[in-house]
């Protein structure tokens, strides 16, 4: 038995924001025995708790909805226009995914380079190649991790050696859900990577093979306008969003990375189908594709979740994605998310919209995945404390050598 005491970051999942409240975790057995709070809720209209000097703040793993486990080798690598990026730098670095244990060990290195940032879930992306795939899950689920990964579906317009005849992918991701089914706690997804690569045929097959299993679904959407226009060409000028939900591939367990281009029509259709929008502010701004309004996707009833989507995306941390999310809305001139909402956005708000009701909180019967904070600075503001948010202060003076521990399933698997 493990217990853990601090200030606990606790959802409200009514208000959909965290609060910071004094208190205590017990675990067993990988889970959440039970949960205690001391009465002092801060986030209160009367002001705040400061943060106390070497206090620790104990919160759930953090969970990145949108990475390549292949592409940790090419962050910052030239910020060219998506389909150059792809080209010149993306499908490169994908081929040395061709050896299996060159995939298993690069899985288990940017693994760990998670845990050290906090994040103990994800929906991950390997590449074309099937037994690397394999080897990509084996890996995430003997570590503990809870997520998905899908291995990359493309059968035309990328280089032939990464194109597969589109039977055998077919073949290859039913079996890869046969050994990693939606109900395991590391699933496999069904991952064809964007209408650019994928022949209708595939399309459809990968829509109807996620029928079958309840699986779910992750691929690109609407990244940059060159990319809609190579989508308006391939497919008889048919609306984007319009060719996977065709393909039966807009669902309520589909994560969408990046949704920038849209309009009115299009997000209706994917707050209809129930499908997420995985929003991926730093990679957006690195490869300079646009500006995503998220406002218009929560005006529309869309479900958005937060991914670093490295390697496009260079910040590993979930808490910096986080904090380009309010950056990217603010510079919109829209509301930007409060801080309180956008911890709640890289814990609970992506568990909810992804379906997992074991992780993203720290509530009794969860997951023990938690990530132990201890903050190397105090509120200065002298008897001024009570007005400013600790939320706050956390997410913009954020430094991730403050993660000083990552539990996954109640054991130590960093730091400490
Ligand atoms: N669209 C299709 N493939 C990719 C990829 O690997 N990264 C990004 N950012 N967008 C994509
Ligand atoms: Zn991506």
């Given amino acids: 038995m493990t217990t853990l005491a601090g200030r606990l970051l606790v959802a ?3 208000t959909r924001q965290m609060t910071l409240r004094s208190g205590s975790i017990r675990i067993n057995d990988g889970r959440i025995a039970d949960v205690t709070l001391n009465d002092d809720a801060i986030t209160t209209t009367d002001g705040f708790r400061p943060l106390t000097p070497g206090e620790l703040i104990v919160c759930p793993g953090f ?3 949108h990475l390549h486990l292949s592409q940790f080798g090419i962050i910052g690598a030239h910020g060219l226009p998506l389909l150059k990026w792809l080209d010149q730098v993306t499908f490169p670095a994908e081929r040395s995914w ?5 995939a298993r060990e690069m899985t288990r290195s940017v693994l760990t380079q998670l845990l050290s940032f906090g994040t103990t879930s994800f929906c991950g992306y390997t590449t074309v190649h ?6 990509a899950l084996e890996v995430a689920s003997q570590m503990g991790f809870r997520g998905m990964i899908g291995q990359v579906l493309m059968d035309r317009n990328a280089p032939t050696d990464l194109c597969r005849e589109t039977n055998r992918l077919i073949d290859e991701a039913a079996e890869t859900l046969k050994r990693f089914p939606p109900t395991s706690e590391m699933a496999a997804a069904v991952t064809p990577r964007f209408a650019i690569t994928c022949s209708p045929q595939l399309l459809e097959s990968a829509g109807a093979l996620a029928a079958e299993h309840n699986a779910a679904i992750q691929t690109h959407l609407a990244e940059t306008k060159q990319e809609c226009a190579r989508v ?4 008889d000028s048919a609306r984007y969003v319009n060719v996977y939900q065709d393909a039966k591939l807009l669902t309520p367990r589909t ?5 920038i281009h849209l309009d009115a029509l299009d997000r209706q259709t994917l707050a209809t189908q129930g499908a997420v929008i995985a929003h991926c502010p730093t990679a957006n701004r690195f490869l300079g594709s646009g500006q995503m309004n998220r406002q218009a ?3 529309a009833q869309v479900n958005v979740v937060l991914g670093s989507d490295i390697g496009a995306g260079y910040e590993r941390s979930m808490v910096s994605v986080a904090r380009a999310a309010i950056g990217t809305a603010a510079s919109l001139g829209n509301t930007p998310p409060t801080a309180a909402s956008a911890w709640y956005d890289i814990t609970a708000g992506t568990a909810d919209a992804l379906g997992w009701d074991d992780v993203g909180q720290l509530r009794q019967g969860y997951r023990a995945d938690v990530v132990v904070i201890q903050p ?3 509120t200065q503001m002298q008897g001024h404390d009570s007005i400013i948010d600790p939320l706050s202060q956390l997410m913009f003076a954020w430094d991730d050598r403050w993660v000083k521990q990552t539990y996954l399933r109640g054991q130590s698997v960093w730091g400490g």
């Fill in 297 to 299: 996707l929560d005006q």
């Fill in 98 to 102: 061709q050896d299996e244990n060159f």
């Fill in 12 to 14: 409200d999942s009514s």
């Fill in 376 to 378: 190397d600075f105090t």
């Fill in 63 to 65: 969970i990145d909805a």
């Fill in 130 to 135: 099937h037994d690397s795939a394999i080897a």
């Fill in 232 to 235: 308006a060409e391939l497919f």
């Fill in 255 to 259: 994560i969408l990375g990046h949704g």
